[in-house]
């Protein structure tokens, strides 16, 4: 049995959580979320908890077993605390504009990101992006698609990285003469 799809999703004060015959919703203090999840698996709420039941032992119900479990305790955790992902610039600056976020990333225009519906871009100071929401795959995606408009360069360290991301410098070409 799957260690992960067998352990309950206990579910916070302020949230509820709906289950339709292959859909579940979960509704909190910082949205509504929807998903679909296989037709084989049993989703059920019992005691404040989410228990995710598979019919059979089949490889496909036990690839979906977890994914399932994890996904509910994602969405319950994304309406309830949310998610945040931050980036940080070097050498470069963002700036608030609006809702969105405008990037001057040594390109001979500015790159300006839009959130998505749902998501959130902040910018504290000018070296720093707090994306958040309250999907996690929503806020994941939107912070991968800002960091890849600089990604962080291997020689000097510039560029948009993720907080505490390590970036490893390569050393130049006078390092290798002496």
């Not at 945040?84 to 001057?104: S, W």
């Not at 390109?107 to 994306?131: A, C, D, F, K």
């Not at 929503?138 to 390590?166: H, M, N, S, T």
Request: net charge positive.
């Amino acid at each position: 049995m799957s260690r992960i799809g067998k352990q309950p999703v206990v579910i916070p004060p302020g949230v509820s959580v709906e289950v339709g015959e292959a859909t579940i919703r979960v509704q909190g203090a910082l949205g509504t979320l929807d998903q679909a999840f296989q037709r084989d698996l049993t989703v059920r709420v019992d005691d404040g908890q989410v228990l995710v039941e598979r019919k059979t032992d089949s490889r496909s119900q036990r690839a979906f077993h977890g994914l399932t479990r994890a996904l509910i305790a994602n969405m319950v955790r994304g309406v309830s605390e949310g998610f945040t992902k931050t980036l940080d610039i070097v050498g470069y600056r963002a700036q608030q504009v609006g809702q969105g976020v405008n990037l001057q990333v040594g390109y001979s225009h500015q790159v300006v990101m839009q959130p998505e519906p749902g998501v959130t871009l902040e910018v504290e100071g000018n070296n720093r992006i707090h994306v958040r929401g309250a999907d996690k795959q929503r806020v994941g995606e939107l912070a991968a698609q800002i960091r890849r408009v600089r990604p962080p360069d291997a020689y000097k360290g510039k560029g948009i990285r993720y907080l505490g991301e390590q970036v490893r410098l390569k050393p130049g070409k006078t390092a290798g003469r002496s």
